[in-house]
């Protein structure tokens, strides 16, 4: 009730920008509702972007550079100013163009934004007496159509040094916590607000409230953005590309690969041609399923290449991670590249990069964000296939793209696989790469994925896998001595693949997996078990 009232004392102040959004309603009818959430280098930019997605509410990251002129091209139903590391009166801080405050658009400044916001208005940030990191009360002092809904007292998340010490003209503070006057403010006329806290982050239960009521009562969204509605726009725009033309694609068995291919078959149908290629440092079963699926049941038109010897050859006796990396990609362009030669006429190469793929492999002109890690979907393809790209889920997150997998008819188990690294096993088999190690590792690894399924564990875990050691110990077996192997057990969660803990799975089930493995893998007689969260490990060990 609260929120209808607070909605029309809202629809009532803003009856002088109607012409706004009488333009802005024609945008809708042609494209998803946009927010678009400017990155000033803040480590929680893709989860504001989810978080906006999750009140079906189309958003995208852009630079914070971005042109005001741009912005007003592009046409979004509202702006958001992420945090950052940087302090806005130092010299070099980021700012965004001073015209974006201008457009009329709603705007929602978080942390270092709304600092932003209050100093390029008039207002003064300087360093706090006191810096807030971690959980605080903030009280609600005045009505904020943000906090409809959302108790008078709140839990949230803070993360600053600097403070908020004068308001520009117009703004009025409607929250505040015990070392913050204002930890939110507003300026409803111009429909600009700020907020001191992350509301995009777990620790702040009723961030999610918040944002919806940015979304919701701010912004006016309808919520149009959901996978049907993407699935219907991603074919269409598909078919608009191709032309009709032959695409192909490379087919990894994972999860993105395998929803663009149902997407891209759903759009065109047998214009698609995939390539399996079986590089030998796949999971037990892979290629025998993937075959299965994809020209079985799915009848898409399948190139399957058993590379195995041609890959194992090169690998012999490397022992270094990234030359083994180096190895694989290369061997597997060349592979690709001979295969997809043998369809003629094709115009098309598709790939299942997602927009966590894009974001963190390419460096924005001026954004302070550092470059994460170069992704194998991003880059690196053989100039010589002169082909064009075709990317249908680069706007998708992760959970996005396995909810399109489930809506286009994708079973359960490959929806919800867990990642697996384009090396394959090589980088789970520490040391030289061999047949005999390799198997040894596959029935291991099949072993613990059964074991934790059995228990309903695999699916809510990030990843679950094998790591073979190349460290032999003594054990005794029967009444023979015996001198084997070990298999690493590394069991993680974690909800971007950036940060991670151990899982702390159940001793019951720990001891089935090894006592399993030991007795049923030849050539193992002892497991140990990865407790190492990320940092200061990493996932996988090579």
């Known amino acids: 009730m609260e929120a209808m009232v607070l909605y029309g004392f809202w629809r009532s102040v803003r009856a002088s920008r109607f012409f706004n959004f009488t333009n802005r309603a024609y945008n809708i009818m042609t494209k998803p509702e946009t927010i678009l959430v400017l990155d000033f280098g803040s480590q929680y930019s893709q989860l504001i972007a989810r978080r906006i997605r999750e009140c079906n509410v189309y958003s995208r990251i852009v630079p914070f550079r971005i042109a005001a002129e741009e912005i007003r091209k592009e046409a979004p139903v509202g702006i958001i100013l992420s945090g950052g590391p940087a302090s806005v009166y130092q010299d070099g801080a980021p700012h965004c163009d001073p015209a974006i405050l201008e457009l009329g658009l709603p705007i929602l400044g978080i942390c270092y ?22 959980k605080a009360e903030v009280e609600s002092t005045a009505e904020s159509p943000l906090f409809a809904g959302v108790p008078g007292k709140t839990q949230v998340w803070m993360s600053h040094g600097d403070k908020v010490t004068e308001l520009p003209r117009g703004f009025k503070p ?15 006329e111009r429909s600009i607000y700020g907020i001191q806290f992350h509301p995009e982050v777990a620790h702040t239960p009723c961030g999610q409230q918040i944002l919806s009521n940015f979304c919701r009562l701010v912004c006016q969204c309808e919520g149009n953005w959901n996978m049907i509605s993407f699935i ?16 192909i694609l490379g087919l990894s068995g994972g999860v993105d690969s395998s929803v ?10 047998d214009k698609l041609t995939c ?24 009848h898409i038109p399948l190139k399957y290449v058993d590379a195995t010897d041609r890959f194992l050859d090169k690998l012999a006796n490397v022992t270094e991670p990234e030359k083994k990396r180096k190895i ?7 592979v690709f590249d001979e295969a997809a030669s043998e369809i003629k006429d094709v115009k098309f190469l598709a790939q299942g990069t997602t927009y966590p793929d894009v974001i963190e492999s390419v460096s924005i002109d001026g954004n302070p964000s550092a470059v994460i890690k170069s992704h194998h979907n991003v880059g690196g393809l053989p100039a010589k296939m002169n082909l064009k790209l075709l990317e249908p889920l680069s706007r998708l997150f992760k959970d996005e793209v396995r909810e399109v997998g489930r809506k286009l008819g994708l079973p359960e188990e490959m929806v919800m696989r867990q990642p697996f690294p384009g090396p394959g096993l090589a980088v789970r088999l520490i040391g030289p790469v061999n047949r005999r190690d390799l198997e040894i590792l596959r029935n291991a690894d099949e072993i613990i994925v059964e074991e934790m399924k059995n228990a309903g564990f695999y699916y809510k875990t990030w990843q679950t896998f094998a790591v073979f050691i190349p ?35 159940p001793y019951e089930l720990l001891g089935r997996i090894s006592s399993r493995v030991v007795n049923e893998v030849d050539g193992v007689n002892r497991m140990v078990y990865d407790i190492t969260s990320k940092p200061p490990g990493t996932i996988e060990w090579e």
């Open 232 to 247: 219907e726009s991603a074919v269409r725009e598909i078919r608009e590309k191709t032309q009709g033309e032959k695409v």
């Open 174 to 188: 409607f929250a505040s916590t015990s070392n913050t006057e204002f930890a939110g403010i507003q300026n409803p």
């Open 260 to 269: 663009a291919a149902a997407l891209i078959h759903k759009a065109i149908g």
């Open 113 to 134: 934004g709304m600092q932003m916001i209050v100093q390029t208005l008039g207002g003064k940030v300087a360093r706090g007496k006191a810096r807030e990191y971690g």
């Open 471 to 505: 460290v032999k110990t003594v054990g005794v077996m029967g009444d023979e001595r015996t001198y084997e192997s070990v298999i690493a057990l590394r069991a993680v969660d974690s909800r971007d693949g950036m940060t991670a803990d151990w899982v702390k799975l």
């Open 328 to 334: 694989i990609g290369h061997e597997f362009i060349e």
């Open 275 to 298: 390539i399996f290629v079986n590089n030998g440092v796949l999971r037990k079963g892979e290629a025998e399923q993937v075959h299965e699926l994809f020209g079985g049941a799915f």
